[in-house]
């Protein structure tokens, strides 16, 4: 039975692997979604006193915390500028699939789909085997520079992405704070106003208004 197009693709996904987390498609796409969330911190940050305010007053924690953010989108479109500059962006997935696809999970390119697709372990056996066949083909130096360049990139990639991941948890740390303070001031004003539509209910209330009184930073009292 002759097979169908789709088919013979779906066979040959294997001649176009990538690693699944680190091709080039990839690291492209969270290159620039991280590029997008740094740029996306100045909503959040607002004004210069209200990020003091996160960092207790420290301007110059405050500062290089800003910086981070601006820095770390400078690297991303540094790093997606240079990775535009590979003449075959399949020679890129070639040197990384080669050297530790068998250490990774890879996927494979399906031509008729257009798009990227788990692979299975013999298939991946095929993947790496391919890759490292067109490798073979370049010159000595060719090779010593196309392997450089791609663990080059790999490694300023994984540098980026922890850099942002350690950005990210402050952000986020900062981000249920304030969501934690604005709780807090909500459930005062509640209790202020039940305090005084009821004040014979006071003298019970007023213990719970000095507990949540207690949760608040000292610097939202210096304000």
Same mark, same amino acid.
């Given at each position: 039975?002759?097979?169908? #197009? ?12 990538? =690693? ?6 990839? *690291? ?5 979604? *991280?590029?997008?969330?740094?740029? @996306?911190?100045?909503?959040? *940050?607002?004004?210069?006193? &209200?990020? =003091? $305010? ?15 953010? !601006?820095? =770390? ?20 997935? $070639? ?9 990774? $999970? /890879? ?15 013999? &298939? ?5 085997? &391919? ?14 520079? !196309?392997?450089?360049?791609? =663990? ?14 350690? /950005?990210?948890?402050?952000?986020? *740390? ?5 969501? !934690? ?12 106003? #039940? ?7 006071? !003298? ?5 208004? @000095? ?13």
């Amino acid at each position: 039975m002759e097979m169908t #197009k789709a088919e013979r693709t779906r066979a040959l996904r294997y001649k176009r692997p990538a =690693l699944a987390t680190m091709g080039w498609e990839a *690291i492209m796409h969270e290159l620039e979604e *991280i590029q997008e969330a740094c740029d @996306d911190v100045a909503y959040f *940050i607002g004004d210069e006193d &209200e990020l =003091l $305010d996160a960092f207790d007053g420290d301007a110059d924690e405050a500062w290089e915390f800003r910086m981070g953010f !601006s820095k =770390l989108s400078a690297k991303c479109n540094q790093l997606g500028e240079a990775m535009y500059e590979w003449n075959d962006r399949d020679d890129f997935d $070639d040197c990384t699939v080669a050297l530790v696809g068998n250490r990774y $999970d /890879l996927v494979g390119y399906d031509g008729y789909e257009e798009d990227y697709y788990s692979l299975c372990r013999y &298939e991946e056996e095929l993947a790496v085997s &391919e890759a490292g066949k067109r490798l073979m083909r370049q010159t000595k130096a060719e090779m010593i520079a !196309s392997i450089g360049q791609a =663990l080059g990139t790999m490694m300023a990639f994984l540098d980026l992405r922890q850099s942002y991941d350690y /950005l990210k948890a402050t952000m986020d *740390i900062l981000r249920d704070e304030n969501h !934690s303070i604005l709780q807090t001031v909500k459930q005062i004003e509640d209790a202020y106003d #039940k305090a005084q539509e009821h004040p014979e209910s006071w !003298s019970h209330d007023s213990r719970y208004f @000095d507990q949540l009184t207690e949760t608040l930073p000292p610097r939202m009292w210096v304000e």
